[in-house]
């Protein structure tokens, strides 16, 4: 076997921790700057979110609503408060005037649907919340067909789950079964709404005059 070629790397290593120190120290500013860049990247991310749940069904309850059931609870596992929670019915009026309504509620920094993303005449609540969004955010939609398709395999492609930004609340439009609504509640909604809520509302004149006051 061949010796391994040590003597350079030893004496790099020498030069950095006895010499001038730039061989460590250098890497070392690297990571710090990297840090520094990542922590300033969040400070606008909300830490304890208010979450609206909205099932879409017209044959489902609360007390039956599994997949409601399933957000709500890793919502608040995840730290994060339930703000209100609403059954209704698969109609575009209905499905629309309930997600404008809460993205307007100063409790509600999100809003997350389950139910009405597919290909049946009644599934219509991407076509209902879509003009809702100032902004649209396909990177969602794209990220959990991907993860999806571990488990359904090509049956992603009739799943049409999307998010964007309404009124400054992030929207966050889930399939109606409580597998996909785990899947894309844990993965995707917990790790990334409190950075998308603070980005999205980080030029609100409310937010400034806050972070203002917090001496920020």
Known sequence: ??????????????????????????????????????????????????????TVSSSRGVDEDASGSAIADLVAEAGHAVSTREVVNDEFDTVQNTVDRL???????????????????????VEAVEPLLDKRLPGFGELFRSLSREEIGTKVVGTRATAGIADGVPVFCLPGSENAVRLGTEAIVVEEAPHLAGLARRDDPEDRAGDAADGR
Do not use: K, N, S, Y
Not at 20 to 46: A, F, L, N, T
Not at 103 to 125: F, I, K, L, M, Q
């Open 103 to 125: 993205v307007g509620r100063r409790d509600t920094d999100c809003v997350v649907t389950t139910g009405g993303t597919g290909v049946t005449p009644d599934d219509v609540t």
């Open 1 to 54: 076997m061949d010796e391994p070629e040590t003597t350079d790397d030893a004496d790099e290593g020498r030069r950095g921790a006895d010499g001038d120190g730039r061989g460590g120290g250098h890497d070392h500013d690297q990571g710090h700057e990297h840090d520094h860049e990542h922590e300033h990247h969040h400070d606008h991310d909300i830490e304890a979110l208010g979450v609206a749940v909205v």
